[in-house]
């Protein structure tokens, strides 16, 4: 439900991305929804299969530098990757519309053993704030775009 999504329900940053509470006029967040609305989501489930992941933003774009974080784990939609379908991530971007509405933020999917998840991904330029944001919301990983991924216990101890 696009009209829930607040700061207090996903958090990220102290006091959100712009410094206030997830707030748009109707008006932005019909548009959003109508952006939405537009992507290819039957691609998407495919691509968490073949190639382990995903991020897009609300027209489509991915990322081409920097790194991916995952926010706070309780908001994380997990499922067999067999089973997941474009419903699944219809529904998931519908009810995080709003956080999928900033710059700099993205609807990731990626392949964790045999689950499939889903999560508002943020886009950072440095591997250290990539590195506070994994400790803060204590994800497992963080993807270097178009080069792998940072594991924790692995490449960092976090």
């Given at each position: 439900m696009p009209g829930k999504y607040s700061e207090?329900?996903?958090?990220?940053e102290k006091s959100g991305p712009r410094g206030g509470w997830w707030s748009f006029s109707p008006t932005k967040i019909e548009a959003a929804a109508r952006k939405a609305a537009g992507l290819d989501y039957g691609s998407?489930?495919?691509?968490?299969?073949?190639?382990g992941g995903f991020s897009y933003t609300?027209?489509?774009?991915?990322?081409?530098?920097g790194f991916m974080v995952g926010g706070a784990k309780a908001y994380e939609f997990r499922k067999e990757v067999s089973e997941m379908t474009d419903k699944d991530i219809v529904s998931y971007?519908?009810?995080?519309?709003?956080?999928?509405?900033?710059?700099?933020?993205?609807?990731g999917g990626w392949l964790?053993?045999?689950?499939?998840?889903?999560?508002v991904s943020k886009n950072v330029f440095t591997?250290?704030?990539?590195?506070?944001?994994?400790?803060?919301?204590?994800?497992?990983?963080?993807y270097i775009v178009g080069d792998g991924?940072?594991?924790?216990?692995?490449?960092?101890?976090?």
């Amino acid at each position: 439900m696009p009209g829930k999504y607040s700061e207090m329900l996903h958090p990220r940053e102290k006091s959100g991305p712009r410094g206030g509470w997830w707030s748009f006029s109707p008006t932005k967040i019909e548009a959003a929804a109508r952006k939405a609305a537009g992507l290819d989501y039957g691609s998407m489930a495919s691509t968490i299969q073949e190639d382990g992941g995903f991020s897009y933003t609300l027209d489509g774009k991915e990322p081409t530098t920097g790194f991916m974080v995952g926010g706070a784990k309780a908001y994380e939609f997990r499922k067999e990757v067999s089973e997941m379908t474009d419903k699944d991530i219809v529904s998931y971007a519908s009810t995080h519309l709003r956080g999928l509405m900033y710059k700099d933020y993205y609807l990731g999917g990626w392949l964790s053993g045999t689950k499939a998840c889903l999560d508002v991904s943020k886009n950072v330029f440095t591997k250290s704030e990539a590195i506070r944001l994994a400790i803060k919301y204590t994800q497992d990983s963080v993807y270097i775009v178009g080069d792998g991924f940072l594991t924790k216990g692995v490449d960092y101890d976090w």
